[in-house]
């Protein structure tokens, strides 16, 4: 129920923003998906990094036959994506149909670099697996 109530809550929020602010509105969602997305090259790109240096990577439950091609069809994809999602929906560009996804995320890879240099390495525990 609490989880439940805190969507709740949080897409009312959404919809006030909406209310007041499209281009806000906006920014939100873009963000959402422009993140989701470079959060995804990261790993496809350091596994394919291994697997063409030979290297041997601990499979889990199933293995892909084409696993490199695979990956480097998702990492081309996620870079066009990438280029293209930052882009203002309609030319000119104004204040009131600018995509202010890219500013953000750099302003929140900026905030993230700035928290773990400063306090973040000093708090961070690296997990261990217990084993029963």
């Given amino acids: 129920m609490n989880a439940l109530g805190l969507v709740c809550v949080f897409s009312f929020l959404l919809a006030i923003i909406y209310l007041i602010s499209t281009t806000a509105f906006n920014a939100i969602v873009s963000l959402q998906a422009f993140s989701l ?73 900026i905030a993230a670099l700035l928290d773990w240099t400063i306090s973040g390495r000093k708090r961070f525990k690296i997990p261990v697996a217990h084993i029963l």
Avoid: C, D
Avoid at 39 to 57: A, C, M, V
Avoid at 59 to 71: D, M, P, Q, T
Avoid at 78 to 101: D, R
């Fill in 37 to 109: 997305n470079v959060s995804y090259i990261p790993p496809i790109l350091f596994i394919t990094l291994k697997k063409l240096r030979g290297q041997h990577i601990e499979y889990g439950v199933f293995k892909l036959r084409y696993g490199i091609a695979v990956n480097l069809v998702a990492l081309g994809y996620l870079f066009f994506i990438i280029i293209w999602i930052p882009f203002p929906s309609e030319l000119p560009v104004t204040g009131n149909n600018m995509n202010y996804a890219g500013p953000l995320l750099g302003a929140l890879i």
